[in-house]
């Protein structure tokens, strides 16, 4: 009875690879998000899909691209990874929009080597 | 812009020892407030939160906060913490688009 999952939950890649996390929610809540947890525990915002649209794009690079084919999935691809890109990714969901209270997925810790 | 400050990073307690955590927003209109807690290895969950109402405000395990809106603040406490309460305490508030932004969390270690 996993709310919000996401697959892998640790993925070591070279850099310049192209990568892809899923995440599902089976809370059917609207709304979606990916984070980004740095070395620091920092969490920033980086997409927000409000009912497969996208709501949300922070200043991310343009080789992370969000897809959602319906509103219970947020998948999040890379491309071209670079060492910076190593960090926690989270997913979340909320039942509405933005502001309610967001349950997090179990991340998925990125290393780009 | 939103941000939201968390003055203590890392914070040792024994365990039975009172616990409070700062937290101060910078955005003065109406906001949501949360904290958030990251046990070790683990996702983020939601300790308690704060819409309107009563600004003294219980969550899950024993933690409380206070919203003060006239101080941009909303400290979490516990009356007396346990070794299990040992992770990452997370303030997040909305901004005015409706974004979640956290705080850069604070390291709770509670030693036996």
């Known amino acids: 009875d996993t709310a919000v999952s996401q697959t892998p939950k640790y993925l070591v890649t070279q850099m310049g690879n192209d990568k892809s996390i899923k995440c599902e929610q089976n809370?059917?809540?609207?709304?979606m998000y990916w984070y980004k947890q740095d070395s620091k525990k920092f969490l920033k915002i980086m997409f927000s899909?409000?009912?497969?649209?996208?709501?949300i794009n922070e200043t991310v690079p343009n080789r992370f691209s969000p897809k959602s084919p319906d509103k219970a999935h947020l998948n999040l691809h890379i491309n071209s990874l670079e060492l910076g890109d190593s960090a926690v990714y989270f997913c979340?969901?909320?039942?509405?929009?933005?502001?309610?209270?967001?349950?997090f997925g179990p991340g998925t810790r990125l290393t780009v080597t | 812009a939103q941000s939201v400050s968390q003055h203590n990073h890392h914070v040792i307690l024994s365990e039975a020892a009172s616990l409070e955590l700062g937290c101060n927003y910078s955005y003065g209109g109406t906001v949501n407030l949360f904290w958030y807690v990251q046990y070790p290895g683990q996702h983020l969950q939601l300790l308690l939160k704060y819409f309107s109402g009563d600004p003294l405000v219980k969550g899950i395990k024993g933690f409380e906060a206070e919203f003060i809106k006239s101080k941009f603040s909303f400290n979490l406490r516990k009356p007396s913490v346990q070794w299990s309460d040992t992770a990452e305490y997370f303030c997040?508030?909305?901004?005015?688009?409706?974004?979640?932004?956290f705080g850069t969390g604070t390291r709770l270690q509670v030693f036996p």
């Open positions: 899909y409000n009912n497969k649209e996208l709501i």
């Open positions: 979340a969901s909320s039942q509405r929009s933005l502001g309610d209270e967001q349950y």
């Open positions: 997040a508030v909305t901004d005015l688009t409706d974004k979640l932004i």
């Open positions: 809370l059917g809540h609207d709304t």
